[in-house]
């Protein structure tokens, strides 16, 4: 069988041994060194000023919305360009903090949101006051100039990169196009620590942000300075400095296991992201020559650190068979993310126009994916081929 989820980490083996070694001498397991070795680390090797890691992806979101709307960046009310394809934790926090998000639809040779379908949105929504696009699926499409119209209409700019931690565009790292980016570290994605997330800023405000509502809203977490600063702010005198709560906040703190185990699967970033890049373009030449299926655009990409391979079929009479091929074959698929947002209860419990997508939509109805793990094996790639040919 090959499942969508190969394995809890790489080289799960000699991972789990450390794990047990480290948790039997630590003395400390809530956040502390552990944790903050690995922002260091994932700052350095994504190339950001600042990363702050969270218990997951999904926390990450929340906390990066919360933050943004605590720094005044967002208002309530505001209107939240998303991704039409997405995970739904990328659009309920939205929801959830009083936005208003709506919907843009992907292309279906590249499923992301292009500058096209982006246009095309705005013209429906010329309200929209940020846009959180997600690099779905380790791909991306002309994100550049996606960037350039937020910036030309003063749309503020950020990444759900859950997906695609080490994909490259134009030379530049997805995840370092907005002014925020967030990480997932559940198992099955690139980096696994268990579970955990990460955000990535350069500004240091609304790193400081992030920091406080991570922790309740205190200010514990922040650096020396900065924490002077918003005590002398607030006229907070050091005895009830422990138990201010500036802002809104949450705990979503990581654990130092999760701290120590992003440090020992981060070493090897480069080896799980070209494997899982050699993986998809093997495949995806199987997928070009045949004519059912359709093949991704990605020749402006010079990484491709996909944790997924798509099977998207032109003709919806074929999707049941390609599914039985893959069902008997046992290989685990799924479909693609969660298919078209607007099509989810929640989406439409909570918002009364959903709008139209014909491209997630094609996508939902015709398409499915396979794992794609830089533990497969060349008997494992050799299958997985021979299931794509015509
Ligand atoms: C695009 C996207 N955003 C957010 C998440 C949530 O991450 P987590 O499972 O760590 O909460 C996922 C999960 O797969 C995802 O695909």
Redesign the pocket.
């Known amino acids: 069988m090959i499942k969508l989820q190969k394995s809890t980490f790489f080289k799960e083996k000699e991972t789990k041994l450390k794990l047990c070694e480290f948790i039997t001498k630590a003395n400390v397991l809530s956040m502390g060194e552990e944790c903050k070795k690995f922002e260091l680390n994932f700052a350095k090797k994504q190339n950001r000023g600042h990363a702050v890691f969270v218990n ?6 929340l906390l990066l919305i919360q933050a943004l709307l605590n720094s005044g960046r967002l208002k309530k009310g505001d209107i939240v360009g998303v991704s039409a394809l ?2 739904a ?2 659009i309920m926090p939205l929801i959830q903090l009083g936005l208003q998000p709506f919907l843009v639809d992907c292309e279906i040779d590249s499923l992301n949101v292009s500058s096209r379908t982006f246009r095309e949105a705005l013209d429906i929504q010329p309200n929209m006051k940020a846009f959180f696009l ?1 690099n ?1 699926l380790g791909l991306s499409d002309d994100i550049g100039r996606i960037v350039k119209h937020c910036t030309d209409n003063g749309i503020v700019f950020f990444e ?1 990169n ?2 695609a931690l080490g994909s490259v565009v134009d030379g530049r790292l997805l995840g370092n196009y907005g002014i925020a980016s ?1 990480f ?3 198992v099955g ?1 690139h980096i696994s620590a268990i ?3 990460m955000i990535c800023v350069d500004d240091d405000d609304l790193y400081n942000h992030l920091i406080m509502a991570r922790s309740h809203g205190w200010d514990r977490n922040l650096s020396t300075d900065a924490r002077k600063e918003i005590r002398k702010r607030y006229g907070i005198s050091d005895f009830f400095a422990k138990y201010i709560f500036y802002d809104l906040g949450y705990n979503v703190r990581p654990t130092e296991i999760n701290g120590f185990l992003g440090n020992n699967q981060i070493i090897y970033w480069d080896e799980i992201v070209n494997k899982r890049h050699q993986n998809f373009t093997r495949l995806h030449q199987v997928i070009v020559e045949n004519n059912k299926l359709v093949p991704i655009r990605f020749g402006h990409m010079s990484l491709v650190s996909s944790f997924a391979i798509p099977v998207i079929l032109r003709d919806l009479s074929t999707v049941k068979s390609y599914m039985k091929r893959f069902i008997d074959a046992e290989v685990e698929i799924r479909p693609m ?1 969660a298919g078209n947002m607007a099509r989810q209860p929640f989406y439409q419990k909570y918002i009364s126009n959903p709008g139209n997508q014909p491209n997630a939509e094609f996508i939902h109805k015709n398409s499915f994916y396979f794992g794609n793990n830089p533990e497969l094996t060349v008997e494992e790639i050799e299958l997985l081929s021979g299931l794509l040919k015509e």
Not at 56 to 61: E, P
């Open positions: 997951s992806g999904s926390s990450a979101n997405t995970w934790t990328n997600t779905t759900d859950c997906e967030t997932s570290f559940f994605h579970e955990g997330g993310i």
